[in-house]
Nanobody
Framework: QVQLVESGGGSVQAGGSLRLSCAASAYTYSRNCMAWFRQAPGKERDGVAIIYHDGFTAYADSVKGRFAVSKDNAKNTLYLEMNSLKPEDTAMYYC???????????????WGQGTQVTVSS
């Protein structure tokens, strides 16, 4: 069965760092692109970073210069390195894979269960 499993979330103070991981099945990892989305209570699920199969990356303006998405092909694992974290980064972070590769959540067919990131001031 296809699967995406996030890990690495937790609670940190503003200015701290976290590294999220997304373990993927061979099938989901082979999709055209993978992405990180996040959703805070009462808000929409918004795209954070996208990485294409060829390694091209794109970032939401709110995280540019602070977050970095990467992939380890040997481990079928997606990562999100988060630095200089701010309270507004607090959200449930979701790993996704698919073929549409846009900032719209509907363009990704496969989703993980999410991992919580909480940033305190």
């Amino acid at each position: 069965q296809v699967q995406l499993v996030e890990s690495g979330g937790g609670s940190v103070q503003a200015g701290g760092s976290l590294r999220l991981s997304c373990a993927a099945s061979a099938y989901t990892y082979s999709r055209n692109c993978m992405a990180w989305f996040r959703q805070a209570p009462g808000k929409e699920r918004d795209g954070v970073a996208i990485i294409y199969h060829d390694g091209f990356t794109a970032y939401a303006d709110s995280v540019k210069g602070r977050f970095a998405v990467s992939k380890d092909n040997a481990k079928n694992t997606l990562y999100l390195e988060m630095n200089s974290l701010k309270p507004e980064d607090t959200a449930m972070y979701y790993c996704a894979a698919g073929s549409g590769c846009s900032w719209y959540r509907g363009s990704f067919e496969y989703w993980g269960q999410g991992t919580q990131v909480t940033v305190s001031s």
